[in-house]
Nanobody, 123 residues
Framework: QSQLVESGGGLVQPGGSLRLSCAAS????????IGWFRQAPGKEREWVSC???????NYQDSVKGRFTISRDNAKNTVYLQMNSLSPEDTAIYYC?????????????????WGQGTQVTVSS
């Protein structure tokens, strides 16, 4: 059974950093495009970043220069390094799989969603 498990969330002060992990079981992550999304209370789920099987990456404008997506194929895990965090980054962060080669910003193009990990940025 294909499954993704996110981890690494927590409470951090503004300006701090966190590294989220998205670990896969039941399939090989490097064969797919992986997306990170987030959902804040009362808001729709929004796309944050993608990495495809050629390690091409894309970022939402609000996180460019602060977030970095990467992949460790030996660990079958995708990471999201988040720096210079602000309260606006507070949300539940999810990873998911896309069959297609190209990134998509639409959640409906992804599947096998993990359970999410909470990121709270507050002083």
């Amino acid at each position: 059974q294909s499954q993704l498990v996110e981890s690494g969330g927590g409470l951090v002060q503004p300006g701090g950093s966190l590294r989220l992990s998205c670990a896969a079981s039941g399939f090989v992550l490097e064969d797919y495009t992986i997306g990170w999304f987030r959902q804040a209370p009362g808001k729709e789920r929004e796309w944050v970043s993608c990495i495809n099987r050629r390690d091409n990456t894309n970022y939402q404008d609000s996180v460019k220069g602060r977030f970095t997506i990467s992949r460790d194929n030996a660990k079958n895990t995708v990471y999201l390094q988040m720096n210079s965090l602000s309260p606006e980054d507070t949300a539940i962060y999810y990873c998911a799989v896309r069959i297609g080669y190209y990134c998509s910003v639409s959640p409906i193009d992804f599947r096998s969603w993990g359970q999410g990990t909470q990121v709270t940025v507050s002083s």
